[in-house]
């Protein structure tokens, strides 16, 4: 029950965050400096989400290789999927080879 | 009540599906990690329907184990508090009455809101409402076959399964960069904060913290570069 009780509670607080913007102006439109922020928002996430994949737990340089590759396939015009499954291989071959 | 337009969704499917690999994944992870901590099968499950957030489920797996129901329930909240800033950033797109548009922002999650965003700096709410389409479906199957397999987290990373998730950030990141010098510019201050903030704190709250860097936005634009606005909302 304690779980259930927990896990009912973390999926309505989430709504409501999800929900909050909506909720909390309505219909007013923003000024031109918060939508200016608001256009900042996406590319600083993902900068941050980068930042804590890699170095949420301890670096590991053979993971930091893999992403790395995926990233200059990337940059090669390489798509998406191709470029990450490099990645994926290039990080399982190098823990293969140092056992 | 809501106005879907097809092209858009269709796009946010198609997009949505890298992402969805990804979520599979992590999804997997969780479902064995809960059923190794004795949740069976049913509540992770319905937990990743309704929920439908990584961070803060694994947040609230981890905390419960180590504290009270209420510290760990705060955790888990204030790791997604990052979805009140998206929420209050896609208000301007979201159309209809106040319900549909909280009902439409329900779709929010990290992949889908950057997929979103338009060149003009608003969001297609179509497309991030395909986006996550997939990504969803992919999250409760995900966590069903991890309760049901419990595949062990040594297997997962010695097939490279942890560069999933930074490798699609990344790739997505490159592409958001080319958009301006100034969303570079945030970046590198986004990934400074995050990165200082990682020193003392879990990763939620790092994140968090680094999207305040965000505010440079604040600062007036002198020179409006390549006349990206006037351009195209032309």
């Known amino acids: 029950m304690r779980l259930w009780l927990a896990a009912l509670a973390v ?3 989430n709504w409501l965050m999800k929900a909050g913007g909506p909720l909390s102006i309505g219909e007013r439109r923003l000024p031109p400096a918060a939508i200016r922020v608001v256009g900042l928002i996406a590319p600083v996430l993902l900068a941050g989400l980068i930042v804590t994949e890699l170095g949420g737990k301890r670096l590991d340089w053979t993971q930091l290789a893999g992403v790395g590759a995926a990233g200059i396939l990337s940059v090669l015009r390489v798509p998406l999927l191709p470029a990450v499954a490099a990645g994926i291989a290039l990080t399982a071959g190098l823990r293969l080879l140092l056992g | ?26 999804a997997l992870s969780f479902g064995a990690e809960a059923e190794a ?3 069976g099968l049913g509540l992770p499950v319905l937990f990743s329907a309704l929920a439908f957030s990584g961070s803060a489920q694994f ?15 705060a955790s888990a909240a204030l790791i997604n508090a990052r979805y009140l800033v998206m929420s209050v950033a896609l208000n ?18 990290d992949a889908s809101f950057v997929f979103a965003h338009r060149d003009d700096g608003r969001y297609d709410v179509s497309r991030l409402i395909g986006a996550s389409l997939p990504q969803w479906v992919a999250w409760v199957l995900g966590t069903a076959v991890g309760s049901l397999t419990a595949p062990s987290p040594e297997l997962m990373h010695r097939i490279g399964l942890d560069v999933v998730f930074p ?5 997505l990141a490159l592409d ?4 301006s010098r100034r969303a570079f510019a945030a970046s590198l201050l986004g990934a400074g904060i995050a990165a200082a903030l990682l020193l003392v704190t ?33």
């Open chain 1, 11 to 13: 999926t309505v607080v």
């Open chain 2, 167 to 171: 490798a699609f950030f990344l790739v």
């Open chain 2, 59 to 73: 947040t609230l797996l981890t905390a419960l184990s180590g504290g009270t129901v209420a510290a760990a329930v």
């Open chain 2, 37 to 39: 901590r004795g949740w």
């Open chain 2, 202 to 234: 879990d990763p939620g709250y790092a994140l968090l913290g680094g999207t305040a860097a965000a505010l440079i936005g604040l600062i007036p634009e002198r020179d409006p570069g390549p006349a990206k606005i006037t351009e195209e909302t032309s």
């Open chain 2, 92 to 109: 301007d797109s979201l159309r209809g009455s106040r319900l549909s548009r909280a009902l439409q922002a329900q779709a929010l999650v």
């Open chain 2, 176 to 179: 958001e960069l080319r958009r």
């Open chain 2, 1 to 26: 009540m809501i106005a879907i337009d097809r092209t858009g969704f269709a796009a946010g499917v198609r997009l949505g599906l890298g992402p969805a690999g990804a979520g599979f994944v992590l």
